[in-house]
């Protein structure tokens, strides 16, 4: 039986508040233990939580750029259960009255444009973290210690709908989702310090079903391979499971990276009553048309319309006004580099970001926003290629150095100070040329001997003589000239 | 020995204060040994002496350099249930014996800065859970008109420690009627305000969306200065209002709509509240009533016609369903509330359990007394899926149409609504030791202000029970903000009659 994969990830994003969701608390990562943890973040008798605005206009953010409804009154909840590291035993999210309605995501896949409908978006406070080392309890017992640094953390919970139908579609989703929010500065996106999590909801039925199978929740993804990898997984051991004559129970499941599996952490029989309703110590939260539209007064040109004018604009094919606005750092720098270039060399400016910086930022594992070449000296370099100072090869030798910061990074003064502009005055190549034929009579006569070779090696010579610097062209027809003339 | 008697107000001790005629710390050296020395030894949870002369020497201070407000120097206590820097804060429970918690409640703070002198804390039900103050885990408390007897619930530590004249005021919460009640079971004069006009902040939640702070005095002219000293916005607290119909929710609003009222009704002549309609709802004076309540009320109103109010029958129709209303949504909320003192941060842990669980089971049992754990099971349950809408939304929807009666009530047909605080006078202690619900329908008549969040004050306006030493209070509820002029009226009632001024000492 041919089998289908139905897959709906829920995504944790981090929103780029300084201070927490409703303490004024740092949102700083990697303090020491305890260090950002308030009042309110202890949850002490007394303490009440205080709305930061910050985390909304991220939210209403986010909803602008994907096309959902903003709730112009949405509610926070309380999600009711106890756990030593959700200090209140309770949860502030929202649950009925989500603040974000409905919305898709655009993105490609193998060229093919795909849609994904979002179900919501809701706003919630993150809770802390369990320390399973060696504590002392207040009766001397062994104990686990509890890390408040992160609880109250705001997220953005973003729901998608069951759409998607291969871990590959989940995955370029995840990223085109991930992009979206870095993009918007409302998450910074780093998923090695959990700013970004995912759970995948996996389910599997026969090919032409039209009912979903029971599905299984895999929590806490924080990569995309590791959410490839364990919905490939997850989605094997339930078309194994139905094939061997069992069935799938609705559980709650937790990959495993280093076995490759994924393994039961509850199931449905034991999954908590969270007893949600309305926290009586919030008001509703009522956003004002006008607040909305100062929220999108405020956004940065989404990624599908600055790749459309980048095409418009500067001539840019499909892919690399694609694969430049994939990061809004990226976008950025483009846009700066090409206003210093005269019209129609931005192309230039879009190999050079895609291909020699690209790499070096690689290599040095830093982000565009920190390339030690910034676009206006790249801007200079360039028009020094397209004028005709230098060729492509040597610029390549004047980019390193202005990367190392040889001469301030100023293309110009490396020219200069390096003696690298072309060589193009015809007397000073004819010398060289004359040199050249008279060191190697040899070759010449190979030449004459009908060996084409023997051109290049003398065209070859005469660079060499001139330190790389000779305009190629002028080299060409001089030597034609003084052998076949 | 209690405060000087030649005293009896606020505005006379202030007086003496700023005239310095007696000094804070005099006034507070005594206030302290008549505290340690009063009749019921657990009317207080936490004295501290150093704390307490360190408030009346700032006073002092500022009664020196004239800088004095009608607060300064004037002792006072707060309920257990307001956080306190220094004085221990333990909601009468077990679960916080021995917490300090590390800032003060918005009200604490602002009473403070007014030159208050705190005496220390005071007891109530454990968690502001109970009507008789038997709840909390430190001992019962003795109404001082009758030790054998209740002194109501549960700021029932405030209203006697104001009673037996060892405070000018003292702060209280009010979340079913936990100002109002103990007030009149004390004779003595007790105010909650508008829900959102004091802040919550630092007050230990038992039910969020009723839960609100008042204060208790002798008389509504010594309310006027400390109600309007702990009123006003706090960005702490989100359900704090910033505005209250127009006028800036401000220390000052309370105090100028007060003396507002106050010239209005001194420019009336001997009619001074030609004009007022009050609506007596026919429900409040059904069967359970006592009759000697009822005859008190109707006294008082009568007095009130004399002075040129107008008396209008009014129904409030859902009266009864207030009481399993309230007895939804607060526990609702104080289940979860509550769920924070789990023994893993702060509080209370057991000595002896098996696993995390097992710790957290342990702690809440132990720590917690009998009537806080019945309403975090009966809060529980009502949320559980499957009984959420026949319960919690329902009981939503019964707050809501309450909320109308009220409305319209005080849209159409008055300007204010008087009818009795309690059924009775205070009952004897551990009379209700085997009816769990006696006690929840004595909340009858305070219950529906804090489903609306109304303001609604008690005064003396009587006495029963054996042979008539017990006070008997009336109830007055406002329109939203309305304080000033409820304050006002009974100010002018207290000008008519002296209800308020007997005190306990009178009779012993």
């Given amino acids: 039986m041919s089998w289908e994969t139905v897959i709906g990830l829920e995504v944790h994003a981090q929103l ?163 992009a979206l929010v870095v993009w918007l500065g409302i998450c910074d996106g780093n998923m090695q310090e959990g700013s970004f999590r995912v759970d995948a909801n996996v389910s599997v039925r026969p090919r032409g079903q039209a009912e979903f199978g029971t599905r299984c929740e895999i929590k806490n993804l924080n990569s995309f391979r590791f959410l490839e990898r364990a919905i490939l997984h997850e989605a094997r051991r339930q078309i194994e499971l139905i094939e061997d004559g069992g069935t799938v129970i609705q559980e709650t499941r937790l990959y495993d990276a280093e076995l490759d599996e994924t393994r039961s952490m509850r199931s449905k029989e034991d999954a908590h009553d969270y007893r949600y309703f309305p926290d009586p110590d919030l008001p509703p939260l009522v956003l004002s048309p006008e607040w909305i539209a100062a929220v999108r007064a405020t956004m940065p040109e989404l990624p599908a319309s600055r790749q459309a004018r980048f095409q418009a604009e500067f001539g840019l094919g499909a892919y690399d006004a694609a694969q430049l606005t994939m990061h809004r750092s990226t976008a950025d720098y483009f846009e ?150 | 020995m209690t405060l000087p008697t030649q005293y009896p107000s606020i505005a006379s001790l202030g007086k003496a204060l700023r005239e310095r005629r007696i000094s804070a710390l005099e006034l507070a050296t005594d206030a302290l040994q008549a505290a340690r020395n009063g009749a019921d030894p657990h009317l207080f949870l936490h004295i501290d002496d150093d704390l307490t002369r360190a408030q009346a020497r700032a006073a002092d201070a500022l009664l020196e350099r004239g800088n004095a407000g009608p607060l300064t120097g004037i002792p006072i206590a707060h309920k257990d249930l307001f956080v306190t820097r220094g004085w221990r804060t333990t909601a009468a429970s077990r679960m916080l014996a021995d917490y300090v918690s590390p800032f003060d409640a918005t009200v604490v703070e602002r009473l403070e800065q007014a030159g208050t002198v705190s005496l220390g804390k005071l007891s109530c039900d454990e968690f502001a859970m109970g009507s008789g103050n038997e709840n909390s885990a430190f001992g019962a408390l003795q109404n001082p008109h009758d030790p054998e007897r209740i002194p109501g619930g549960s700021s029932g530590g405030s209203a006697a420690a104001v009673a037996a004249g060892l405070v000018l005021g003292a702060t209280g919460t009010d979340s079913g009627g936990s100002v109002r009640q103990p007030a009149a079971y004390c004779g003595v004069s007790g105010i909650k305000p508008t829900y959102g006009t004091v802040s919550r902040h630092g007050v230990i939640a038992y039910a969020s969306s009723l839960d609100q702070a008042g204060v208790l005095a002798h008389s509504a002219a010594d309310l006027v200065p400390l109600l309007d000293t702990m009123s006003g916005f706090d960005e702490r607290d989100s359900t704090s209002l910033e505005s209250c119909d127009g006028v800036a929710n401000a220390p ?257």
């Fill in chain 1, 16 to 178: 780029s508040t300084q201070s927490k969701i409703f303490s004024r608390s740092s949102t700083r990562f990697g303090a020491a233990p305890n260090t950002q943890a308030s009042v309110v973040d202890m949850a002490l008798p007394g303490t009440l939580p205080v709305m930061n605005h910050g985390a909304v206009e991220r939210a209403i953010c986010f909803g602008l750029a994907v096309g959902a409804r903003v709730a112009e009154r949405s509610i926070f909840a309380r999600k009711n259960y106890f756990y030593p590291d959700l200090p209140k035993n309770y949860q502030i999210s929202q649950f009925e009255h989500p603040i974000v309605i409905g919305g898709q995501l655009k993105f490609l896949l193998d060229d093919q444009e795909h849609v994904i409908r979002l179900t919501r978006a809701h706003l919630e406070e993150d809770a802390g973290k369990s320390l399973h080392e060696h504590f002392t309890g207040p009766h001397g017992e062994s104990s686990s210690g509890i890390d408040l640094n992160r609880a109250g953390t705001p997220l953005l919970e973003i729901v998608s709908e069951p759409e998607m139908r291969s871990a590959a579609q989940a995955v370029a989703y995840a990223r085109a989702l991930h």
């Fill in chain 1, 336 to 485: 700066s580099c090409a206003a210093g270039l005269p019209a129609g060399q931005a192309k230039q400016a879009a190999n050079w970001i895609l291909g020699e910086l690209g790499a070096a930022l690689n290599r040095a594992d830093i982000g565009i926003a920190e390339s030690p070449v910034p676009p206006d000296a790249l801007a200079g370099l360039i028009r020094r290629i397209t004028d005709g100072t230098i060729s492509n090869k040597l610029a390549r030798e004047v980019f390193t150095a202005m990367w190392s910061g040889e001469c301030n990074g100023r293309a110009d003064d490396i020219i200069a100070a390096r003696g690298l502009q072309q060589i193009t005055d015809s007397g000073a190549i004819e010398t060289l040329v004359d040199q050249v034929l008279e060191a190697h009579p040899q070759i010449i006569e190979e030449y004459r001997a009908g060996k084409d070779k023997a051109f290049n090696s003398l065209v070859g010579q005469v660079m060499k003589a001139a330190r790389g610097k000779a305009n190629p062209q002028q080299v060409n027809t001089l030597l034609r000239q003084k052998l076949g003339g």
């Fill in chain 2, 252 to 508: 000052g609003r309370i105090a100028a709509a007060h003396d507002a009222w106050r010239h209005q009704f001194s420019q009336a002549g001997r009619q001074p509240l030609a004009g007022l309609r009050i609506g007596v709802p026919q429900e409040f004076f059904g069967s359970g009533l006592a009759a000697e309540v009822a005859d008190a009320v109707e006294a008082a109103l009568q007095v009130f016609e004399a002075l040129g109010a107008l008396r209008v029958d009014i129904s409030l129709p859902l009266t009864r369903l207030a009481i399993p209303a309230y007895y939804v949504i607060a526990p609702a909320e104080a289940s979860s509330n509550l769920a924070r003192f789990d023994g893993v941060h702060f509080g209370y842990r057991a000595p002896h359990y098996q696993d995390l669980a097992d710790m957290i089971r342990r702690s809440r049992s132990e720590a917690l007394g009998p009537e806080v754990r019945k309403r975090i099971l009966v809060g529980t349950y009502v949320l559980s899926h499957g009984y959420y809408d026949a319960y919690y939304l329902q009981a939503q929807r019964v707050r809501r149409m309450v909320a109308n009666d009220y409305q319209q009530a005080l849209d159409e047909a008055c300007d204010i609504i008087m009818g009795p605080v309690t059924p009775g006078v205070a009952r004897r202690r551990g009379d209700h030791d085997d009816d769990p619900i006696a006690d929840w329908l004595g909340d009858i008549y305070t219950l529906g202000a804090n489903l609306v969040g109304l303001p609604a004050l008690s005064i003396p306006c009587g006495r029963g029970g054996p042979a008539a030493r017990l006070p008997i209070g009336l109830q007055i509820i406002g329109r939203h903000f309305d304080e000033g002029r409820l304050l006002a009226l009974a100010d002018c009632f207290q000008q008519h009659t002296d209800w308020h001024q007997y005190t306990p000492r009178q009779t012993s």
